[in-house]
């Protein structure tokens, strides 16, 4: 191999934090992981105690209704969670498709007596409409403070590149660097990465199954079933992310 192939190499394993460290440096890293509350007990155990830091969580289903009480509740929680013990108890949404409501959140705020400027100010709000902007976006978080980064919906995005008429070897090399870099910056940051799909993606499949634990979701009357990979199911009341 010669120098021209090393050294881009070597630059890509210093953008992702490629490196060896000790097993007891991964135990000690491990011993930090937190979980945040979904708002359904069921879930939580569904998912090993709550949506963990240091990994990617991802929801997969068509109902907007439940990804939009998921994507605002966790913006919330993770504030009344961690606002005592960690200054940076703080959210990130990252909107591919105008579904974030700042007054969603200031419902939850008023119906739990809490302070609505403070809790708005704690998340970080951006908007993506393409895999490019979205990288971008991430690197930039590797600056800022924050808990969990959420992102609305990958379909969308996916779904722009492929109007613009790019390759699925342009789209997949992007989609890569997006995950990879998602990854790093959870184990770095001990911060909890959160997407949203409308249905299991097929682009890119070897990533989304490697890095991440996948929860299937559909709703039921005023009910919501949630499943995982190995076909475990639980059942939350809608009325419980609310």
Known sequence: MDLET???LKSLAALLGIRFITAEEYWSKRQ?????STGCKALDEL????????AVTEFVGESSRIKSLLLHWLCFVVQLMFKEEDSCAKAVCIDTEGAFRPERIVQLAKDRGIDVKSVLKNIIYARARSLSSLILLIEDLFNK??????ISSLDNVI??????GKSSLNILSNIAKL??????????KNVAVV????????????FFKRFSKIV???????KVVFSDSVGRSVVCQIDGFQ
């Open 6 to 8: 090393v050294n881009p």
């Open 32 to 36: 930090k992981v937190q979980y945040i």
């Open 47 to 54: 998912l090993g105690g709550g949506i963990e830091t240091q």
């Open 145 to 150: 403070d924050f808990k969990i980064l959420l």
């Open 159 to 164: 779904s722009y590149e492929l109007s613009l």
């Open 179 to 188: 995950y990879l870099k998602s990854v790093h910056i959870a184990f770095e």
């Open 195 to 206: 997407f949203f799909f409308i249905r299991e993606p097929r682009l890119g499949n070897i």
């Open 216 to 222: 299937f979701f559909r709703e039921e009357e005023n």
